[in-house]
């Protein structure tokens, strides 16, 4: 069972900064595909990997792919604005304009 899961899964990593994206993918008893996501960072013992299971189901391989892709990149994205502007995302969300 092992082994025929590994055998479903495509891998396409991709690096961005210090993050390695990579899209993973398994073929459903029912039909489709799965996609889930792995985001990796740091070396050695410091090594984070966070696996993301992604909800929708595909109907071909290729737009999972495109989908884990996809939301790798935007995780990563939003990790490096908020590393690059913490104050400026933290507070985004509080009116500037006050009437009284």
Known sequence: MFG???????????SV???LVSPLVKDLDEGGF????SIRSGHGKGTHDRIMRLTPHFANRAS???Y???QGL???????????????LCF????????R
């Open 4 to 14: 025929q899961a590994l055998t479903n899964i495509n891998q396409q990593n991709i």
């Open 17 to 19: 900064g210090k993050y």
């Open 34 to 37: 799965a996609a889930s996501v």
């Open 64 to 66: 999972a792919v495109r």
């Open 68 to 70: 884990a892709i996809e």
């Open 74 to 88: 935007q995780f990563v994205r939003e990790r490096t604005l908020t590393a690059a502007h913490p104050k400026q």
């Open 92 to 99: 985004s969300s509080i009116p500037t304009n006050f009437s």
